[in-house]
């Protein structure tokens, strides 16, 4: 069992930074990955990057070389950095997290998600 609490969302400028911040707890032998998504008004909820616990880290195109991911495992929490915000970054920022609950035993939780709204 893992809760998510996302942090770090709210308003700011086109060109801009903000940083996400995603805290696990709860009951599990470990996290395997985290990732965070987003989903904007009328579309799908699309990855924007994950890492794995390990390292390993996957960008969506749209925010290659503008935001950063990474996580600090001992704490069990993750943070997007995002610079150079555009107006199409505005959307409900999700984390996930894929994690190992027993020997056999692994499941995908999501957070309750943060706004995050860029304006011109």
């Known amino acids: 069992q893992v809760q998510l609490v996302e942090s770090g969302g709210g308003l700011v400028q086109a060109g801009g930074s903000l940083r996400l911040s995603c805290a696990a707890s709860g009951s599990f032998i470990s996290i395997n990955a985290m990732g965070w998504y987003r989903q904007a008004p009328g579309k799908q909820r699309d990855l924007v990057a994950d890492?794995?616990?390990?390292?390993?880290?996957n960008y969506a195109d749209s925010v290659k070389g503008r935001f950063t991911i990474s996580r600090d495992n001992a704490k069990n929490t993750m943070y997007l950095q995002m610079n150079s915000l555009k107006l199409e970054d505005t959307a409900v920022y999700f984390c996930n997290a894929f994690a190992r609950l027993s020997a056999y035993t692994y499941e995908t939780y999501w957070g309750q998600g943060t706004q995050v709204t860029v304006s011109s």
């Open positions: 890492i794995t616990s390990g390292g390993r880290i």
